[in-house]
């Protein structure tokens, strides 16, 4: 027996395991991270071609409006304006009249002149054969629409 007591200085007590660390990370979490971040990315790019689409197709429709009948062309051009303002400002869809206007040249750096403002305000009621204005209004109204869906979609 005396053996048995001269190892007992050699024996260590039982101790537990370090705990388990969460990093580094399982390659699973890795993958899954990325997948939504991707996921993140992809979706605010469609999101943003998307709005440049819209953009796009309102300033081809701007821009295709023909300048040889004036009251015609403000006619289209005042439509789609308000389209796009039943898209992107609903209540504005409503305005008529100077509140319009005025609706108009709050959300736009460039503003109308007072012929070109009459012609657009008045085209949707006037006579499509109506004279007295011409392809100068049409013009500064193309641009002045172009401007405004620029800052607006």
């Known amino acids: ?19 388990v660390s969460a990093f580094p990370l399982a390659y699973g979490w890795w993958v899954i991270g990325l997948s939504i971040i991707g996921a993140i990315v ?3 790019v469609i999101l943003y071609l998307r709005r440049k689409s819209k953009k796009r197709y309102a300033r081809k429709l701007i821009e295709a409006i023909a300048e040889a009948n004036p009251v ?9 304006l308000r ?13 008529y009249g100077q509140d319009w206007l005025d609706f108009l040249h ?26 007295g204005y011409g392809t100068k209004e049409i013009k500064e109204i193309k641009q002045f629409c172009i401007s405004w869906i620029g800052e607006n979609l």
């Open 1 to 19: 027996m005396p053996q048995l007591q001269d190892n007992l200085p050699e024996l260590r007590d039982i101790h537990l395991p370090d705990g």
């Open 42 to 44: 992809l979706i605010k």
């Open 83 to 95: 389209r796009i303002c039943v898209l992107k400002y609903p209540k504005a869809a409503t305005l």
């Open 72 to 80: 015609l062309a403000a006619k289209q051009a005042s439509e789609i």
């Open 106 to 131: 709050l959300h736009c750096r460039q503003k109308l002149n007072e012929a070109e403002a009459g012609l657009l305000l008045n085209a949707p009621y006037m006579n499509e054969n109506a004279k």
